[in-house]
């Protein structure tokens, strides 16, 4: 009992505690990771800059000025670089979310409330558009509905109608529109799944009961019940469809169509940084008032809507009778035409030599396997034998990995202090700012590391260029995911199993080693790899951030598609979707067996 | 199941155990543990006899398993002391905070809190390995302790796949390992059956027993610490209420609370004012009871258990007529519920007799059993004395 320990004072005993260490360490890492980023890009925009000797007289380098938010927002210039793209911005954004709703919502019911048949593998094959990169969906529409108008080569329709097709087809709000609403419905679909798989259908029975036709209680019963849901799904799709960058800047900029996104990435190529920087603050704005509307909106609701009270919750399936069969092949169609002919039309396009001649003899792996030729696509040899592409490859992977496994660990760190220190308020504070990155749009971040570690800063040397700030800008961005991820798995470890390591005299660190992260771990892997994907597909969050020595595939692919070079760039995107549905297929298989062993250990 | 549990069923079947442990005695002196605005622990004093099986009663939210995890040092009190055989752990004056590994002491939870990614062996072996045993010595340790608990066979499984009582076997073999000479144990019986229950309690009696550990045990169930305990202490609003060894417990109350917390069915807690002009003789309107005490206060509670209230058909001396309105048979011994004007008595007879509700039946009430409180504190008066005594 010598061991005794004597402490001065109970602040140093709250001082010394590794948790609080911990706590203390990883909120100066966030503050300085989320919260500086977008005071500087704030600063940023009311600064004069050296660029700005170029556009006004007046640049005093360092000085304060409104100079830059009175350019964008009431110039002669803010009609096309503002009101036009915002205008652009709501409206693609509200047409494509009413349709990935509606679509995403009936599907939910089909899957979720019906008998339909086939449920088992319709469901990942309806999951497949959100899976695979945004802008596979963009290159797949243009492959069919590209306009000659603009240059290049014809699309598909026109090979096949003869005429090209109208160029509002092409280019503009309605193609971006529904590619978008193909990206996202199923994000939407997993929203209002969500919510139908809640509905007691007792409820339903009741008022069958009473003598409600099927229509009327699906109007009077069970929409109303899922309302909320839908309007949150509404918001959140709405939320994610602005930010977007490569799919309306593929099918949008050839005919100088603007969203607020793609104009942050124009004004950069521009070389007018605080102009970009205002429309990224303009976008965050956006992103914050969709997040509070859902807040607002779900909060109010949910309590009166809540539907699962624990006890006699059954769910029954609605009977479709005749209508059994149609429906099924409908929504297997429907899911063939978005889910896996885009990837057909990719793979398909990415053999041809000469772009847009359809016919067998055109067929080449020239821009698989070919070696170097001047005569084809610049010089650029197939993309297995391209040192650029397998170092991109290369690059990805290390991306995906180091940040997956990273962000887990920090994001089961924190879940760790938020659930142990439920009701420090310092513990809110690290579980708030964690949350942060989740409002930004993706392009809006990369503005803000792009203007945080452009130049050296005190001891953190200009990261502009390097590996690490795109594994540090990918990291943060996971957070908010691995965050959740680690409060369920943390919250599932009951307290005694710790506090019995505890009284066993285990070190906080024994504990975490030993007891939280094997109990964790199962739901931290799996974590860790939808991470492993969701990095892999990125791409406006680096684009700004990338430079030749730290390309990825994403972005060279994207590279290849702004330069024209369409096979190559719809192989790589080909390669970067199979990568990521191969990992939703381990994910989707682990998930299953793990349920099978838990129903093992139960029986 | 059952036959698996048959088995193993008793720990102590064959000898005692081979452990012993060190003696320890427990000493608190003042401890206060406040949560925001509410007292949890209210400037508690005890002291706890080396080998002794104290168990902490009371209802929930009463303080006893905050006062069992400050003992532990998973809870730091506000004010007060603790000593463990004579060494300070605790102490707010000094601002000295021994941590929970370095009490030594061994604790089993409620939910027994095995580590379910560990076998049976390495959940018994990790408190030997932050100890840094040496591999021979631990690996002897281990194989005596899950001998002794008769864990053998089962060390290589997983908790899941142990029944409710060969976990709570688990827990007990992980506390012995490190050999701690205080145990404490948050109702550690509460998660299994009934009738498992009652083979754990005499179990874990004779475990104690066998060790001659210092054990603090905490439950809200009367049953287990009136059996298993030497003294109990219990608990209400973060005060102790009384601290007797069972029996005396059970037959002298020291207040109204303890009485009616005390006992199954529930005591008869009469509120009764001194009849005019008899100084032993007591009535609340519809009844009169004579305590064979002629100096308590003019208004007091008088304290009949349900087998202190003598039933008979015949009118008896000094006996009063009670309507019989509900007969409640139990097997070994029925509850028979009494009124009289407005008030209602349970009383407890041998299943041999034979009443019906509606029957007119006559009470006496065994004055020597009964206790007296006083109507205003509800603290115990003293004893009633012999009717037939001098006073």
Redesign the interface.
């Known amino acids: ?1 010598d ?8 602040l140093m ?1 709250l001082v010394l505690d590794p948790v609080n260490i911990l706590l203390m360490i990883l909120l100066g890492i966030l503050f300085y990771l989320v919260l500086w980023p977008f005071l500087e890009l704030v600063l940023h925009t009311i600064t004069w800059g050296e660029g700005d000797r170029r556009l006004s007289r007046d640049a005093v380098p360092g000085e304060y000025t409104w100079f830059h938010w009175l350019q964008v927002t009431a110039s002669p210039l803010s009609e096309r670089m503002l009101y036009a793209p915002l205008v652009n911005t709501l409206i693609t954004g509200v047409i494509s979310t009413v349709i990935a709703l509606i679509v995403g919502g009936g599907l939910a019911w089909c899957v979720i409330r019906s008998d339909m048949p086939g449920k088992g593998w319709l469901q990942p094959v309806l999951t497949l558009p959100y899976i695979v990169p945004s802008f596979a969906i963009a290159l797949a529409w243009e492959t069919v509905f590209r306009s000659p108008k603009v240059g290049g080569q014809p699309g598909l329709y026109e090979t096949v109608m003869g005429i090209p097709p109208p160029e509002w087809v092409s280019y503009g709000t309605f193609p971006i529109s529904i590619t978008l609403a193909m990206h996202y419905f199923p994000f939407a679909y997993l929203l209002v799944a969500g919510a139908l798989a809640t509905i007691d259908s007792q409820m339903e029975e009741g008022a069958l009961l009473s003598g409600a036709s099927r229509m009327m209680i699906l109007r009077r019963i069970t929409f109303p019940v899922v309302a909320p849901a839908f309007a949150a799904a509404f918001v959140l799709t709405f939320g994610k469809t602005i930010g977007q960058f490569a799919l309306p800047f593929l099918l949008g900029a050839p005919t100088q169509f603007h969203t607020i996104a793609t104009m942050v990435y124009a004004n950069l190529a521009l070389g007018l940084d605080s102009m970009a920087y205002v429309l990224a603050i303009l976008l965050i704005l956006m992103s914050l008032l969709a997040i509070w509307a859902s807040n607002k909106f779900v909060g109010k609701n949910a309590r009166r809507f809540e539907t699962i009270s624990g006890k006699g919750f059954r769910s029954r399936q609605v009977a479709l009778g005749g209508w059994r069969w149609p429906i099924f092949w409908s929504v297997a169609t429907f899911g063939f035409v978005v889910g896996i002919l885009p990837l057909i039309l990719l793979g398909y396009q990415s053999l041809m030599l000469i772009d847009g001649f359809f016919n067998l003899s055109n067929l080449t792996m020239h821009f698989w396997t070919g070696q170097s030729d001047p005569e084809i696509a610049m010089g650029e040899p197939g993309v297995l034998h391209n040192a650029n592409i397998l170092g991109a490859a290369w690059n990805t992977i290390e991306l995906a990995f180091f940040s997956a496994v990273i962000a887990s660990l920090i994001g089961l760190i924190i879940a760790y202090i938020v659930v142990r220190k439920e009701g420090n308020p310092l513990a809110k504070m690290l579980d708030q700012i964690a949350f942060i990155p989740f409002l930004f749009p993706s392009i809006a971040f990369g503005a803000m590391y792009l203007t945080m570690f452009a130049e050296p800063r005190g001891p953190i040397p200009a990261l502009y260029g390097t590996f690490t700030l795109l594994i540090l800008i990918s990291v943060v961005n996971r957070l908010p995911y691995s965050v959740k991820t680690g409060v369920t798995a943390v919250t599932q470890i ?1 307290r ?2 710790e ?9 906080w660190g ?1 504990r975490f080693r ?2 939280i992260v ?2 964790a771990s199962s739901g931290v892997v799996t974590g860790m790899m939808v991470s492993f994907v969701g990095v892999m597909r990125e791409l406006s969050l680096i684009i700004l951030l990338i430079t030749p020595s730290t390309r990825v595939l994403m972005t060279v692919g994207f590279n290849y598609a702004e330069e024209g070079l369409t096979q190559l760039s719809n192989a790589l995107v080909l390669i970067v979707a199979m990568i990521t549905i191969a990992g939703e297929l381990i994910l989707w298989w682990a998930g299953k067996s793990r349920l099978v062993r838990l129903r093992e ?1 139960q029986s | 199941m059952v036959g698996g549990e048959k088995q193993t069923r008793s720990i102590t079947r064959k000898a005692v155990l081979k452990v012993k442990l060190k003696m320890a005695s427990i000493e608190i002196e003042n401890l206060t543990k406040r949560y925001g605005a509410t007292t949890a622990l209210d400037n508690v004093s005890l002291k706890i006899e080396s080998g002794e099986f104290l168990v902490l009663l009371g209802p929930s939210g009463c303080g006893k398993t905050t006062l069992l995890r400050c003992l532990a040092g998973l809870e730091t009190p506000d004010e007060g002391e603790i000593y463990m055989d004579g060494e300070l752990v605790f102490s707010s004056k000094l601002n000295r905070i021994v941590p929970p590994g370095k009490r030594n002491l061994g604790m089993v939870f409620q939910s027994y809190a095995l580590w379910p990614h560990m076998t049976v062996r390495n959940n018994v072996k990790f408190g030997l390995d932050v100890l840094n045993l040496s591999e021979s010595d631990s690996k002897d340790r281990l194989d005596q302790v899950l001998k002794d608990l008769g864990m053998g066979d089962l060390q290589n499984r997983y908790p899941s796949e142990l029944s409710g009582g060969q976990q709570q076997r688990v827990a007990l073999a992980r506390l012995l390992a490190t050999k701690p000479p205080v145990f404490l144990m948050d109702e550690p019986l509460s998660n299994l059956d009934a009738r498992l229950r009652m083979d754990m309690r005499v179990e874990l009696k004779k475990f104690q027993a066998s060790t001659g550990s210092t054990t603090v045990y905490v439950t809200h169930d009367q049953t287990e610490a009136m059996t298993m305990s030497t003294r109990v202490v219990v608990m209400r609003d973060g005060l102790i209420q009384q601290v007797s060894p069972p029996s005396q417990l059970y037959k002298r109350p020291e207040n109204t609370f303890v009485a009616d917390f005390i006992g199954m069915p529930r005591i008869n807690l009469i509120k009764a004012n001194r009849s005019n002009g008899k100084n032993r003789l007591y009535s609340n309107g519809d009844i009169d009871i004579d305590i064979g005490w002629d100096e308590a206060p003019s208004s007091i509670v008088v304290g009949a258990r349900p087998e202190d209230l003598k039933i008979s058909k015949e009118k008896l001396k000094g006996s009063q007529a009670y309507e019989v309105s509900s007969v409640l048979p139990n097997g070994p011994e029925t509850i028979i519920q009494l009124t009289r004007g407005g008030t209602i008595l349970l009383a407890r007879i041998g299943h041999e007799i034979d009443l019906h509700e509606g029957e007119k039946v006559t009470v006496q009430f065994d004055q020597k059993a009964l206790n007296v409180y006083d109507a205003k504190s509800g603290a115990l008066l003293g004893p009633p004395i012999d009717t037939n005594g001098t006073n």
């Open positions: 009992m061991l005794a320990i004597q402490r001065d004072s109970p005993r009951g005694e199993l506090e019995a390591a505890e009284v066993a005299g285990a070190s024994r030993k007891i094997p109990l250990k």
